[in-house]
């Protein structure tokens, strides 16, 4: 989204929690070298850290506006007065050209067990679509319903910023884009590469420079078009700018096109990847994954299929944020009540998966090895490893365990160290996610 290079295009910030390569710009430096009041309030760039040349500390998103806070209503809930923190954002914007960053720390973990129903008004029944990979019980839209109450309290906050922009004449020639940087904080979604992982919400404003609003239009899109997007609505290009080239592509011909469908024949295939998203395997290693949606299929091949996908057990797969659905999930394989649920979330994975996604979208039935669908893996297959190797991707080149050398900005060494009875702040697991004994998968 920053920088508008896809992951593996990015050296250390392939991984999760890094130390982001001062190199590579980004669009909100750019803007404030042009002019542009730039700011953030929030979850801004993280978790990593980002530093000068000289060592100083870099802001990437330049100026933070966090001084109003709320009352929450719920204990997990941030503090943070989003919209009151955007209102003076702007007043002191001055009248200048403005960027701001709104990012919400709602609907990451933790959440307030049962706030749904009790503090939301909302009753398990209104759970009318549980993922296939979770069992229907109390537990599941109990803490569906937590999350939905979390999203809809973040929603409140948006709408409160569209207010403030009408007040102040600026709604129309605003362009504003919503959207996630992941998937739920589930167990097989976030930090995950199936359909719901990336399948994020993406929706776009811009009353004056949207024509024709209201199309439907299929293209695939993704986040490194923002970047390029920002900088061609800002009149800047990418060799003004300084940045790195840009892979992603500006989404401005499709706000200018009137036809709906199809508007960019090129816009027809979606790459995904993953190399080390969390710590807790031997030796620091991730699980490399690449990806791509073409023609309503989803082809991934794993790497290294022998590896835990949510890191280790013993560490407390530590890939796969603390709460109630995945506490349910580890204590029915300990206790033998399951362990259909549990291996489909953190059981290890094939190397290779295909999956229908119009008769599949949780990824459920994996296709790869029915010899009906033999001739469509393997042209995706083809066709992804050459896309990704024309980007530079060192996984096509043989020199992928480079991405796995670099050190994360956190913790290294975790899993040895914690292995030896050190003793970590793992704020986002919860205690019972650890197995005491040896799993054989």
Same mark, same amino acid.
């Given at each position: 989204m920053l920088t508008g290079r896809n992951p593996w295009q990015l050296?250390?910030?392939?991984?999760?929690?890094?130390?982001?390569?001062?190199?590579?710009?980004?669009?909100?430096?750019v803007l404030d070298e042009n002019g542009y009041f730039v700011g953030y309030t929030g979850k801004g760039y993280a978790p990593g850290k980002a530093f000068k040349e000289d060592g100083s500390k870099r802001e990437i998103l330049i100026k933070d506006f966090s001084a109003h806070k709320t009352t929450p209503p719920t204990k997990y809930i941030s503090n943070n007065d989003y919209a009151s923190n955007f209102g003076a954002f702007l007043e002191a914007s001055d009248k200048k050209p403005w960027a701001f960053w709104l990012g919400f720390t709602e609907p990451h973990r933790a959440y307030e067990y049962g706030s749904g129903v009790a503090k939301g008004g909302k009753k398990l029944g209104m759970v009318d679509n549980i993922p296939k990979y979770y069992p229907d019980s109390d537990t599941t839209r109990n803490d569906l319903l937590d999350y939905a109450m979390e999203i809809e309290y973040m929603d409140s906050h948006?709408?409160?910023?569209l207010k403030i922009l009408e007040a102040s004449r600026q709604l129309e020639n605003t362009l504003i884009v919503f959207t996630s940087d992941h998937g739920m904080p589930f167990p097989r979604v976030k930090g995950n590469q199936y359909l719901n992982s990336n399948n994020v919400?993406?929706?776009?404003?811009?009353? !004056? $420079? %949207?024509?024709?609003?209201?199309?439907?239009?299929?293209?695939y899109v993704n986040m490194t078009d923002l970047a390029p997007t920002f900088l061609e609505v800002a009149g800047i290009t990418v060799q003004k700018s300084g940045m790195r080239p840009i892979t992603g592509k500006s989404l401005v011909p499709i706000f200018n096109a009137t036809k709906s469908g199809q508007v960019d024949a090129a816009r027809n295939f979606q790459l995904v990847g993953q190399e080390r998203h969390d710590f807790g395997r031997p030796k620091d290693v991730g699980y490399p994954v690449r990806g791509m949606h073409k023609n309503g299929?989803?082809?991934?091949?794993?790497?290294?299929?022998?590896?835990?996908?949510?890191?280790?057990?013993e560490t407390g797969y530590l890939n796969c944020d603390g709460g109630p659905v995945k506490t349910m999930l580890l204590d029915h394989?300990? !206790? $033998? %009540?399951?362990?259909?649920?549990?291996?489909?979330?953190?059981?290890?994975?094939?190397?290779?998966?295909?999956?229908?996604?119009?008769?599949?979208?949780?990824?459920?039935?994996?296709?790869?090895q029915n010899s009906n669908y033999q001739s469509i893996k393997k042209s995706m297959e083809r066709e992804m490893e050459a896309k990704l190797l024309a980007q530079g991707d060192?996984?096509?080149?043989?020199?992928?365990?480079?991405?796995?050398q670099y050190p994360g900005a956190e913790v290294n060494g975790f899993y040895e160290r914690f292995m030896k009875g050190e003793k970590f702040k793992l704020g986002w697991v919860n205690e019972g996610d650890f197995e005491k004994e040896a799993i054989k998968d």
């Open positions: 050296d250390a910030a392939m991984n999760h929690s890094i130390f982001f390569p001062n190199y590579f710009k980004t669009y909100p430096e948006i709408e409160r910023v919400p993406f929706a776009v404003m811009w009353k !004056k $420079g %949207i024509k024709n609003a209201g199309r439907v239009v299929t293209d299929f989803l082809y991934l091949k794993n790497y290294e299929p022998d590896r835990w996908p949510a890191c280790n057990p394989r300990r !206790k $033998g %009540i399951d362990k259909y649920f549990w291996k489909l979330s953190f059981g290890k994975r094939p190397a290779e998966e295909l999956y229908d996604l119009s008769k599949d979208p949780d990824c459920i039935n994996n296709l790869a060192l996984r096509m080149q043989g020199y992928g365990h480079l991405y796995e």
